[in-house]
C-alpha cells in the first residue's frame, strides 16, 4: 500500500517526458518524519530549497508518494549521466531514510529494502526501465553527492533481478590486468558507462567504487577487480 502525501514541489516534465531511469537516495534525516516535512514544504526557510522525491520509504518499509510518476520531482539538483543534464525529467526518484553519512550511517533495514524491491520492479515493468538506468545520486553528481552510500545493498538488489553488478570475476582475468596499466582507458570505459559530472579522476574512482566495488572504496590504487568491474558492467549493458 502506498500512502498519499502530496507536495508542491514538481513541475512538468519536459526533455525527456518520461522517466527512463530511477535514482535511489537516502534521506540524511534524523527521522522520516523530518525528510517527509521537508519534501511537502513548498517554502522552506533553510538553505535546502523546495525538493521532493517521487516516494520515500521508511524504517517500516512503508512507502509513501509526493510526486505523480507522469511530473518531475526535485530530487537530482546539479547532475549528469551520459549526455543528459536534466536528471529529473529523465527520472523518478526514490528516498530511503536513513541518517547517512553526516550522522551515522546506520545499515539500511530489510524491511525498507524489501519494499524498495517490490516498488522499483514495478517501475521497470510500468515505464520500460532497463537495469543499466537504475542508479544512485552519487552516480550522477560524483563528488558533490555520496547517497546512498557504501552500504546501500546493490548486490541484494541484483539478486532480485534489479539494476547491475559487475559479475564475479578471477583474478587472473588478463584483459582487466590490461585495463589496469591503461588508466586513462579505465577512465575513458567509466565515461562510456554513463559518467560525467565531474573530470576529477581521484572521485570518480571512489563513486564508481561506491557503488559497485564497495570494499575497495578506500583502496588508493587502481586494483583489477574494479578494472573487471567496469568491463564486466560494459558487457552486461542493453546498448542503448
Ligand atoms: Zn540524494
Not at 176 to 195: D, I, N, T, V
Request: charged share 25%; with cysteine.
Amino acid at each position: 500500500m502506498i500512502i498519499q502525501t502530496p507536495s508542491q514541489n514538481w513541475d512538468e516534465r519536459v526533455t525527456p517526458q518520461k522517466p527512463e531511469y530511477i535514482i535511489i537516495h537516502y534521506t540524511g534525516t534524523r527521522t522520516a518524519e523530518e525528510a517527509r516535512q521537508r519534501f511537502c514544504n513548498p517554502d522552506p526557510d533553510d538553505s535546502i530549497g523546495r525538493i521532493s522525491p517521487h516516494y520515500m520509504i521508511d524504517g517500516e518499509g512503508k512507502v509513501f508518494q509526493f510526486v505523480e510518476e507522469s511530473k518531475r520531482a526535485w530530487h537530482a539538483g546539479k547532475s549528469q549521466w551520459k549526455d543528459i543534464t536534466d536528471m529529473n525529467a529523465a527520472s523518478i526518484g526514490i528516498e530511503i531514510w536513513n541518517t547517512g553519512h553526516e550522522f551515522d550511517l546506520e545499515d539500511f533495514i530489510p524491511a525498507q529494502i524489501d519494499a524498495l524491491i517490490e516498488l522499483v520492479s514495478d517501475l521497470q515493468t510500468r515505464w520500460t526501465i532497463p537495469n543499466a538506468n537504475i542508479l544512485g545520486h552519487s552516480d550522477i553528481a560524483p563528488g558533490r553527492k555520496l547517497d546512498p552510500g557504501e552500504k546501500f545493498p546493490w548486490r541484494k538488489l541484483e539478486l532480485n533481478g534489479i539494476g547491475l553488478m559487475p559479475e564475479l570475476l578471477d583474478d587472473d582475468s588478463e584483459p582487466a590486468r590490461q585495463l589496469m596499466e591503461l588508466p586513462s582507458k579505465f577512465y575513458q570505459h567509466l565515461a562510456e558507462y554513463g559518467y560525467r559530472y565531474t573530470q576529477d579522476q581521484g572521485v570518480l574512482l571512489r563513486e564508481f567504487r561506491r557503488h559497485f566495488v564497495p570494499h575497495a572504496l578506500h583502496n588508493p590504487d587502481l586494483d583489477v577487480e574494479t578494472c573487471a568491474a567496469i568491463l564486466s558492467l560494459l558487457n552486461q549493458r542493453q546498448p542503448s
